[in-house]
């Protein structure tokens, strides 16, 4: 493996919307080679043919993912680092973009590890995963007008009757004042088309499921774990291989508590929150069934019930949280190992010894 701390080049590219800005050390020398480039395919595969086999290192954002596998394919190595981890960055009293492209470059020469490297998806995964997150966001939309709209007319002494957002647009067009009508039938429309659309993302989803990422039928048989938690899932982990244990899983999405240790002080921290936001919520919803009045029982939902009575104003939280991240290293545990779903598989084996 070539030493780049005494050969070879390496190029810290701090990316920006427009203007993305490199700086270019060689042999562990300051070779003063910098400049900057349209942050657009064509420009940066030029751009990267035109460079000699390098280290590319850059901070994850909303360009690395396809300018990291651009590169590859030019002949780079590519790191990209967690730019919670580049404090030198993001705390910098002077910080401008040529100056964080220099940074980069010099931490990249020295260790990568010091970045602590992300790992991005594959661009398939990452094409279906916006299926995923378009569908949740259309699902967030329909909630925010069918709110407005039972609030606006209960502001004048109306009500909508309880029903399903599926039939919301109908039941509230015939319960709506008179006077109102101008005003919300337009948001009933919408969410009308809403709820056709959502359908048809689910259908999608169901499509992916089956054709191209069937693992997830072996992850729903987790109560709780459906058609966009299993999907989500597979695609957020991509590669279940790099995790050296199942129990990494937890921590990859931000479910494991953090640490402050010094001396003789280790404060209790809440959970990191790093990692896929959107998976981890599924993740978190999905525990609240299993410990919720319909979910069914097993080994999970026992050991969740009996941290949630504990006792303490938080213990049912730090619970669904608990179950959350047990979930997350189940599904992970399933899809490597190729086992099926025990509900009592713990006590099974206790009842065996």
Same mark, same amino acid.
């Given at each position: 493996?070539k030493?780049y ?9 701090d ?8 700086h ?13 480039m349209k942050?657009?395919?064509a ?6 043919? @035109?460079?000699?086999?390098?280290r590319?290192v850059?901070? %994850?954002?909303?360009? *690395?993912?396809?300018?990291? =596998?651009?590169?590859?394919?030019? +002949?780079?190595?590519v790191v990209?680092?967690n730019?919670r981890?580049?404090q ?10 040529p100056v964080? %492209?220099r940074?980069? %470059?010099r931490?990249?020469?020295v260790?990568?590890?010091l ?5 991005h =998806?594959?661009a398939e995964? @990452?094409?279906?995963l916006a299926?995923?997150r378009a ?8 909630s925010q ?5 039972r609030? %606006? ?6 009500r909508?009757g309880?029903c399903t ?8 067009? /015939?319960q709506?004042?008179a006077e109102l009508?101008?005003a919300l ?10 709820n056709?659309?959502? =359908?048809?993302y689910?259908?999608?989803? /169901?499509e992916l ?5 069937a693992?997830t039928q072996?992850?729903r048989?987790v109560?709780g774990?459906?058609?966009v938690?299993?999907?989500?899932f597979?695609l ?5 291989r ?8 937890g ?6 508590? +953090?640490?402050?240790?010094s001396?003789?002080q280790?404060?209790?921290l809440p959970?990191t ?5 959107f ?10 069934y299993?410990l ?7 080994d ?8 949630a +009575?504990r ?10 949280v ?7 290293v ?5 899809w490597?190992? +190729?086992?099926v779903?025990?509900?009592?598989y713990? *006590? ?5 010894a």
């Open positions: 493996m030493d701390s005494k050969e070879g080049q390496v190029i810290g590219l990316l920006g919307d427009e203007w993305s800005h490199y270019v050390l060689k042999g562990g020398e300051e070779v003063g080679v910098k400049g900057r942050t657009r395919r420009e940066v595969e030029q751009w990267g043919r @035109q460079q000699e086999g390098s590319v850059m901070e %994850a954002g909303t360009h *690395s993912p396809w300018m990291s =596998r651009l590169l590859e394919a030019c +002949g780079h190595e990209v680092a730019p981890k580049v030198l960055i993001t705390k910098n009293m002077k910080k401008r973009d964080d %492209a940074l980069l %470059a931490l990249g020469r260790d990568v590890e970045l602590s490297p992300v790992k =998806r594959s995964a @990452q094409q279906d299926v995923l569908r949740d966001m259309a699902v967030r939309v329909r007008l069918i709110l407005h709209v609030g %606006a007319v209960k502001a004048v002494g109306g909508v309880s957002t599926g039939s919301f647009a109908t039941r509230a067009a /015939e709506m004042p009508r101008p039938l337009p948001l009933l429309e919408a969410v009308g088309a809403l056709q659309q959502i =359908r048809h689910d259908q999608t989803i /169901e499921g089956q054709q191209r990422y693992v072996r992850l048989t109560p774990v459906g058609p938690t299993s999907l989500a597979v957020v982990v991509d590669d279940p790099r995790f050296r244990s199942s129990r990494a899983v921590s990859y999405v931000g479910l494991h508590s +953090g640490s402050r240790q001396g003789e280790d404060p209790q959970i929150k790093q990692g896929d936001a998976l981890r919520r599924l993740l978190v919803n999905s525990a609240q299993v919720g009045p319909f979910g069914p029982d097993s999970l939902r026992q050991w969740g019930l009996r941290l +009575g006792g303490g104003k938080n213990a049912k939280k730090r619970a669904v608990a179950v959350a991240r047990k979930m997350a189940l599904l992970h545990h399933l490597v190992s +190729g086992e779903y025990e509900a009592f713990g *006590s099974s084996r206790q009842a065996a």
